[in-house]
Nanobody
Framework: QVQLVESGGGLVQAGGSLRLSCAVS????????MGWYRQAPGKQRELVAT???????VYADSVKGRFTISRDNAKNTVYLQMNSLKPEDTGVYFC????????????????WGQGAQVTVSS
């Protein structure tokens, strides 16, 4: 069974930093795009950043210049380094990955992590 296990959330003051990690556990043949999304209270889930297998990244305008997404393909892990955090960055951060389960199955499955709470105090 494939699972995404997140870690690194917490409480931080405005201007501080946090680093989120998300490891893919279970057997997969290959992992394509990986990314982070977030959901603030009373709001819809929104894209934060995504990264391809070739390390091409896309960021939401609200986090450009402050957040950095990266991945370690050997560890099937994606990271989100968050600097200069603002109170509006508060929310639950979800890891996302697209993966093939085996070489015999061309279907690309979409997986979500359980979410990590990030709270930024003013």
């Amino acid at each position: 069974q494939v699972q995404l296990v997140e870690s690194g959330g917490g409480l931080v003051q405005a201007g501080g930093s946090l680093r989120l990690s998300c490891a893919v556990s279970g057997t997969v043949f290959s992992i394509n795009g990986m990314g982070w999304y977030r959901q603030a209270p009373g709001k819809q889930r929104e894209l934060v950043a995504t990264v391809t297998t070739s390390d091409s990244a896309v960021y939401a305008d609200s986090v450009k210049g402050r957040f950095t997404i990266s991945r370690d393909n050997a560890k099937n892990t994606v990271y989100l380094q968050m600097n200069s955090l603002k109170p509006e960055d508060t929310g639950v951060y979800f890891c996302n990955a697209n993966a093939r389960r085996s070489s015999f199955d061309s279907f690309i499955w979409n997986y979500w992590g359980q979410g990590a709470q990030v709270t930024v105090s003013s």
